[in-house]
């Protein structure tokens, strides 16, 4: 059996209970400026069919969102499980993020990583306050897909591989 205990203030055992969840690592990008911005997510939920909507989570904390939001077009890049290091790139908060990144233009502002298992393309639907978080309604506009490439997957705080 197991006891329930009050989450403490300092949010430690949420952190815990939250990384016994694997997600998919996503990276949300668009060009402003000309130039590529862009930012990784570790919580992405497809939403809806019809419409197609899917949703991800932005830290209120961030300075990248504000600028991306203003893109119109936004591309999400299902990593690959080869994209580790592009994912801990666009994750950091300094320096360039897309060094030896190799990226595609969409339709409008929408940038792509290149070697992702699957691409988005899509406007913002709606923005939801959700805490420490804004939650990221996305329309989908277009999409692909390679079936060969294995996602990145995030558990246990790590980056891992799916296993057969």
Known sequence: MFELNEVPSDGNDLRGAFACFPSGVV??????????LGLTVSTFVPVSLDPPLVSFCVQ???RTWPRLVA???LGVSL???GQQRTARALAARTGDRFRDIDVHRGHGAAVFIDGASAWIEGSIDAEVP????TVVLLRIHRLATRAEVEPLVFHGSRFRRLHA
């Open 79 to 81: 990593l690959g499980t």
């Open 130 to 133: 959700g805490g420490d978080h």
């Open 60 to 62: 209120n904390s961030s």
């Open 71 to 73: 893109a119109g077009r």
């Open 27 to 36: 990276a949300v990008c668009a060009e402003l400026d000309g130039l590529p």
